[in-house]
């Protein structure tokens, strides 16, 4: 009588190995990678790439708004120290940057230091401090230019009624006051976000190693300084870097809130590149001047994280 046997191995499977169908390609790994990196690839090179690239070319060509763009290299960089405006905007957005970045940082800092701790109400306390960075930034220039407009605005009677001063205050009238109250519109706006990033550093430092300089009887200002400032530079260097391009770009609080004014004293580097495009039209001027900020940026942010980055 013969004996079935069953087949073994992979001819028991349907055939050899060779005969083993090859999966699709978008099954393969190394196409899904490119599958799930193609959307954001596509979004980098159409929205950064390609403006970027178009800028470097208007940069070097006389590009009027109507009419045939002419190469005229490399007179656009050369007479950007001829505009009249320059030297003052970068003075002033050297000052701005240095300004806002120092009293920012401390104030952000000081806020995440207060709501460190889980304490009752302290839940209220953060999202009260994080809610003007919900608010747009253009529509914050615009409420502080109402509530701090001396005709029809709320806070000179209120400090009239109060006693503080006597007369109206000309808030964006002169200068200082023009600064003054700009760095305020930005620290409103700006100081409940910069305490998120550092409450989340803060939140990423053990606490043991708080109990255990505790118990040795170190002093709050000796953590702070020997332990949640050095766990915290990652963390600050991010905002750091984040403030200084923040401010070196800064446009929209100078355009609503004091449009330039008064007397072209609180014009910025991104205010002088607006003005050479759309009110000039010299589009080609103002492609270099985009390009030397790029560079500028560029150069610093290497610099910051040379500086800030963790020693190894």
Do not use: H
Request: no cysteine; net charge positive.
């Amino acid at each position: 009588m013969t004996t079935l046997t069953r087949p073994r191995g992979r001819a028991a499977r349907g055939g050899s190995s060779a005969a083993a169908a090859p999966p699709p390609w978008w099954r393969r790994q190394g196409a899904q990678g490119w599958l799930y990196a193609g959307p954001t690839a596509l979004i980098v090179v159409v929205l950064f790439l390609a403006p970027l690239v178009l800028v470097g070319w208007m940069s070097l060509n006389r590009w009027p708004l109507l009419g045939e763009a002419k190469l005229n290299v490399p007179a656009n960089y050369t007479k950007i120290a001829d505009n009249p405006l320059f030297a003052d905007a970068v003075w002033f957005t050297l000052k701005y940057t240095v300004i806002i970045t120092v009293v920012l940082s401390l104030f952000a800092l000081g806020l995440a230091l207060l709501v460190q701790e889980r304490r009752p109400g302290v839940g209220f306390f953060r999202t009260a401090f994080f809610l003007p960075g919900a608010v747009g930034f253009a529509a914050a220039a615009l409420l502080f230019y109402g509530m701090l407009n001396s005709d029809f605005g709320p806070i000179d009677p209120i400090l009239r009624t109060l006693g503080i001063i006597d007369e109206p205050v000309s808030w964006i009238g002169t200068p200082n006051m023009a600064l003054f109250s700009t760095i305020t519109l930005v620290l409103w706006r700006f100081a409940g976000f910069n305490m998120l990033i550092l409450l989340t550093g803060l939140q990423a430092i053990p606490v043991a190693v708080y109990e255990a300089a505790r118990t040795d009887g170190a002093s709050r200002w000796v953590i702070f300084r020997r332990i949640t400032l050095p766990l915290l530079r990652p963390t600050i260097a991010l905002m750091l870097i984040m403030s200084i391009t923040g401010s070196l770009l800064a446009f929209d609080q100078f355009f609503i809130f004091t449009n330039g004014g008064p007397d072209n004293s609180t014009v910025s580097m991104v205010m002088v590149i607006y003005r050479d495009a759309f009110l000039r039209f010299d589009l080609g001027g103002a492609a270099a001047l985009s390009v030397v900020l790029l560079i500028a940026l560029v150069a610093l942010n290497a610099l910051q994280m040379r500086v800030l980055r963790r020693p190894e």
